[in-house]
């Protein structure tokens, strides 16, 4: 039987497509989304064409009895616990250190921090020599060299950078735990061709990651069964420099 992975957020965009690849390497797939979301177009028959069996299940990440009720809610579905768990899913809006509120910090925390902690929690408690589980944070580059735009979101991300690392070494043997840190990848609406291939030359490699480098990386990750407690940086080699403001800004946007 093909391992379980549970991909938190893996509807649309980056998630997508480390789903798809997950199910090429070999994996079924538990399909995470918010209650209000749906599959992209196409993505359930590319997770067939793969060999992939796959059910979308849904649970908003601020809500700790949602979060709870996750890991129950994919093995009714799926008919066994993950295997491996990817925490995808992530709230991302603008503040700063001038703007930022507590609820808006609680908020990120919420979904970007503590959701990804409780379902690795979770994961492993059910884990055990005849049966191991993986788990991949998503991170981002940022954490690296912190910049204040989206500083909630940045706080959130690198309590979940160091939550890796101790989560690692609590849950060894049987449990391994990973990071992999994005650059910008998939434009947002306030991008556009112009600033990506502006953004793009601010890399030390100049380029920008396509999703599906990202995706390779969790794979990866997921089956280097001698590793733990890393993180992969797929990002143009934007961890190695100091940013003063997010690419949006720095690109020449307004």
């Given amino acids: 039987m ?6 938190t957020g893996g509807c649309r965009r980056l998630g997508a497509a480390i789903c798809v690849a ?9 399909l995470h989304s918010s209650p209000d979301s749906a599959p992209e177009p196409g ?13 979308h ?24 616990r993950p295997a491996l768990l990817v925490n995808n899913a992530a709230r991302f809006d603008y503040d700063s250190p001038e703007t930022v509120t507590q609820a808006g910090l609680l908020d990120h925390y919420a979904v970007n921090s503590a959701a990804p902690v409780l379902l690795a929690q979770a994961v492993a408690a059910g884990a055990g020599a005849d049966r191991p589980v993986a788990v991949v944070n998503i991170l981002d580059q940022r954490i690296a060299a912190p910049n ?5 979101y940045t706080l959130s991300k690198l309590a ?3 939550a890796t690392m101790i989560l690692a070494r609590r849950f060894a043997p049987h ?23 502006k953004a793009a ?35 143009g080699g934007a961890h190695l420099c100091r940013y003063a403001r997010d690419f949006l800004f720095l690109a020449g946007a307004q």
């Fill in 175 to 197: 449990v391994r735990v990973c990071g992999v840190a994005p650059g910008l990848t998939l434009p947002t609406a306030d991008y556009d061709a112009a600033l990506m291939t």
């Fill in 22 to 30: 997950l199910a090429q390497a070999g994996y079924d797939i538990a």
């Fill in 201 to 235: 030359a601010l890399m030390p490699l100049e380029l920008l990651a396509e999703p599906a480098e990202i995706a390779d990386a969790v794979v990866y990750l997921a089956k280097a069964r001698a590793i733990t407690g890393q993180v992969l940086f797929v990002d």
């Fill in 148 to 152: 204040a735009d989206q500083f909630g």
């Fill in 2 to 7: 093909r391992p379980l992975a549970l991909v």
């Fill in 43 to 55: 993505l359930g028959e590319r997770l067939a064409a793969a060999g992939a069996a796959w059910r």
């Fill in 160 to 162: 979940l950078a160091e």
């Fill in 57 to 80: 299940v849904t649970a908003d990440l601020a809500d700790a009895a949602a979060v709870a009720g996750l890991l129950p809610a994919v093995e009714a579905a799926c008919g066994r």
